[in-house]
């Protein structure tokens, strides 16, 4: 039997380009298929959590993201109105571009987050951040992406997956053969249909639209200065503008209280001119209709066929996590699949993808539910004199400010995004200790075994971040623990484990690491730490490549 490739990734939306990208930099082919001939033209998701920067900054493209990401100079700013041009209510900032590239002096100490990652919040739309990841990917040597052809069906073999696919431009079909076949097509899967995998969780729960829109003087229209976010709360008026840009692009998410409030028949000047609060010109570029989902699917492989993505989960936009949570899929599935098709990794490596991927996007779905039905009791809140110029109407606002300024607490996310673990992972060795708390406003840095692995800077620009991704490491703080340190990387690699040394004796390292060995997996996730050796070698071996269940 001849593959045409060893991995099928069916969408080569951020998901999908991140899979096939991972995959080439460990020397695996793949075929990503993308039904649209072109990067999307819509912005859709706008934020890129420190994790995925940290998984982009193996490959060298943070500096291509920060330079189409909103203006470097600018703090990012969360700004809460009646209207956009009307009352001012609260504010929130987080740091710059610049701040978290430069770190000038001080700026740890202010922003707590820049602490625990190189990286902070990057606002990015994801039509400027596709060609990005397109251009990588067209640079990958094993990487195969394909625009214009749309996947019809499948049929897993066994021992190899055939797909069916359609060139969108003359309707001719070919056949693709595949060792694994990865939907990361999207909320609406073909891939996960087919399978008949259900979504479970509150499913989706309200209509919105998306009103994308160029408008150059928009920023002297409203007079609230650069910001990322500004959320409107007036009484027929709710929703969130979004810096696209910082200059002319712009996009509004019109929220709607009724559950049953249909979207498809709006008038876009007038409810833009209405949330703003004055008419001004514009250019509307697209409308989109969506919906708030908290949706997991119940299975995330089958057979030789795995979800990934919004196949897989579906997450309001409150709290800028569901595509990082797809990226986050995307690096957790790739080195495990190297690993089987490397010879070295057990079947149970692969199961181990759902066992741990799927209680993470559980936890970020219910956080985003939560934070948006949090800004939903706030707008309840609003009264038909919020912006009466009188006494009342002051004492409205000021209750409603004190009111955003409890919700506002959610934007504080750097937990959500880097402060996951994998707790119950079959291929991570518990050491019996306790696990730290998952603070979603706060990280608490750990080598407990499942989380990712702590930063530090070594020296300027240097983090210990840096070490992973290509392999196992095990990094040794303790000169005593030599011996240990030698019997157990030989263990690895009397097993085919990829698998280097990393001695360390840098002071704020051995704090947050911890214990003096740590095992790093190739995603920078703790797979073992501890003191000494583990006492049976071949069971720890057969945990940690997917050969056992218990060790």
Request: proline share 5%; glycine share 10%; aromatic share 8%.
């Amino acid at each position: 039997m001849s593959l045409d490739t060893e991995v099928l990734v069916v969408g080569g939306g951020p998901v999908g380009l991140t899979l096939g990208i991972d995959l080439s930099h460990r020397g695996r082919s793949s075929i990503v298929l993308e039904t649209r001939k072109d990067a999307t033209q819509h912005p859709k998701a706008t934020l890129l959590g420190a994790r995925s920067m940290e998984i982009y900054r193996r490959w060298g493209l943070t500096d291509a993201i920060f330079d189409a990401a909103l203006p470097a100079d600018i703090n990012y700013w969360i700004i809460f109105c009646t209207r956009l041009a009307g009352h001012e209510l609260a504010r929130f900032a987080s740091p710059s571009i610049n701040e978290v590239r430069d770190r000038p002096e001080g700026s740890e100490e202010k922003w707590r987050e820049l602490q625990w990652s190189p990286y902070g919040k990057t606002q990015i739309g994801q039509q400027a951040l596709e060609p990005i990841l397109i251009d990588a990917a067209r640079a990958a040597p094993h990487t195969d992406l394909r625009h214009g052809q749309r996947h019809l069906s499948f049929e897993d073999r066994g021992d190899h997956v055939v797909s069916t696919v359609e060139d969108v431009d003359t309707g001719a079909t070919h056949e693709i053969t595949s060792r694994y076949l990865v939907g990361c097509d999207g909320g609406g899967s073909r891939v996960r249909k087919a399978l008949g995998i259900p979504f479970g969780g509150r499913g989706p729960w309200r209509s919105n639209v998306s009103l994308y829109f160029r408008a150059p003087d928009f920023l002297e229209t409203h007079g609230k200065g650069v910001g990322n976010l500004y959320f409107v709360f007036a009484p027929d008026a709710f929703g969130v503008f979004t810096g696209i840009n910082g200059r002319d692009l712009w996009n509004y998410q019109l929220y709607f209280l009724d559950p049953a409030k249909e979207t498809r028949e709006i008038d876009a000047e007038a409810v833009l001119h209405r949330a703003v609060g004055k008419p001004f010109e514009f250019e509307l570029l697209q409308v989109t209709h969506w919906q708030h989902h908290q949706s997991v699917a119940h299975r995330w492989r089958d057979g030789n066929v795995f979800l990934a993505g919004d196949a897989a989960h579906l997450f309001a936009p409150t709290g800028g996590v569901g595509m990082n949570t797809g990226i986050g899929d995307a690096c957790d599935l790739s080195w495990k699949l190297d690993a089987v098709l490397a010879g070295w990794g057990g079947d149970a490596l692969l199961g181990s993808y759902e066992a741990e991927r799927r209680p993470v996007a559980w936890r970020n779905s219910q956080r985003s539910m939560t934070n948006s039905d949090t800004i939903d009791f706030v707008m309840g809140q609003v009264t038909n004199h919020i912006e009466d110029a009188t006494p009342g109407g002051e004492a409205a606002r000021a209750r409603l400010t004190e009111n955003v300024r409890w919700m506002a607490r959610q934007f504080n996310s750097a937990g959500a995004h880097i402060g996951h673990r994998y707790a119950a992972s079959p291929i991570t060795v518990p050491d019996g200790s306790i696990e730290p708390p998952d603070d979603f406003a706060r990280v608490v840095q750990s080598t407990w075994p499942g989380s990712r692995a702590p930063h530090v800077w070594l020296s300027k620009g240097v983090s210990t971040l840096d070490w992973y991704g290509a392999s196992h490491v095990l990094v040794v703080l303790d000169e005593g623990c030599g011996s240990d340190a030698k019997a157990m990387l030989s263990a690895l690699r009397t097993a085919e484990v990829p698998c280097t040394l990393q001695s360390c004796d840098h002071a704020e390292v051995r704090a947050a690491y911890e214990t003096p060995m740590v095992l790093v997996r190739p995603d920078g996730h703790v797979a073992w730490r501890g003191a000494d050796k583990p006492d049976d070698l071949t069971a720890w071996v057969a945990r940690l490549t997917g050969h056992a269940a218990t060790v």
